[in-house]
């Protein structure tokens, strides 16, 4: 791979992996000038780089065996601290995404149908059942039954672009002071909700939640919560699913823990 990116590029490129899960992502350098290089991300890239919300598209080309490779600024920066997470500049970002008619229309370019919860119901049930996690786990079924008497209050809700991934490692604060949210490859259709919810339960004190909502924008309402739970319990069993999947006995553990947790409060606060 790095062969073919020396090609690409031309003479003089040192070209290194920048580290991931996928080996897909490297870093090029010449004359004190650095590239991040990616191999077949997706064409929702251009969009967000247009959108100011990832580092600057610098170009795109196809390879000869059909990837195609993508070179973006490299900007110094430092991912955001846990406590970061609170800051209006992290809402404002979030409310520029999910309103942002430039990138929905770009997904649904793409052939991307919106997430219903319907839909995701019923496919993470399907994942539950073929892995045996329901009949083991009585939080695991306790989590369905939440799901399908919340199900009624998730419908009929506005679907926007959301990033599915919020966590401080995805947030960089240049040193110029720019923020920008990177990693897009569950970007999806869905509630906003989705987003907002994951931002909340991780980083930010329960007692200010509803001070967080009205910075992004949002009422705070019994349906808003309500619907934030349900993508909340969604979140947890499809973690736990993938890590069952990948025989990790540790994080199944401690997402079953998350899992418990998450159910005592649908129990005492939503229902």
């Not at 839909?119 to 996690?133: A, F, H, V």
């Not at 906003?192 to 329960?206: A, E, N, Q, S």
Request: hydrophobic share 40%.
């Amino acid at each position: 791979m790095i062969e073919w990116l020396g090609q690409v590029l031309g003479i003089g490129w040192k070209i290194t992996p920048a580290g991931g899960l996928t080996g897909d992502a490297f870093v090029a350098e010449k004359d004190n000038r650095r590239l991040f290089l990616k191999r077949n991300s997706s064409p929702f890239l251009a969009v967000l780089s247009a959108e100011g919300i990832v580092p600057k598209l610098i170009w795109t080309k196809r390879m000869e065996n059909g990837d195609v490779i993508t070179a973006q600024e490299w900007l110094e920066g430092r991912a955001l601290k846990s406590h970061e997470m609170q800051h209006q500049r992290v809402a404002d970002i979030l409310h520029k995404i999910h309103h942002s008619t430039e990138l929905l229309h770009m997904l649904l370019r793409m052939g991307r149908t919106p997430a219903t919860s319907d839909d995701s119901l019923e496919n993470i049930k399907g994942l539950l059942n073929s892995r045996g996690l329901i009949e083991q786990h009585v939080e695991v079924q306790e989590a369905i039954d939440y799901l399908e008497q919340l199900l009624p209050r998730t419908r009929n809700q506005e679907l926007v672009v959301c990033h599915c991934d919020i966590n401080h490692n995805n947030l960089i604060l240049t040193e110029d002071n720019n923020i920008f949210l990177v990693d897009w490859d569950n970007a999806m259709i869905a509630d906003p909700v989705t987003d907002f919810g994951m931002l909340l339960k991780r980083y930010i004190p329960k007692e200010n939640w509803n001070e967080w909502l009205m910075r992004y924008s949002v009422t705070p309402t019994k349906n808003l919560f309500e619907r934030m739970y349900w993508y909340l319990i969604h979140d947890a069993l499809q973690f736990l699913s993938w890590h069952t999947m990948r025989d990790e006995p540790a994080k199944v553990m401690e997402r079953l823990n998350d899992l418990k947790e998450i159910n005592e409060q649908v129990r005492m606060s939503i229902l």
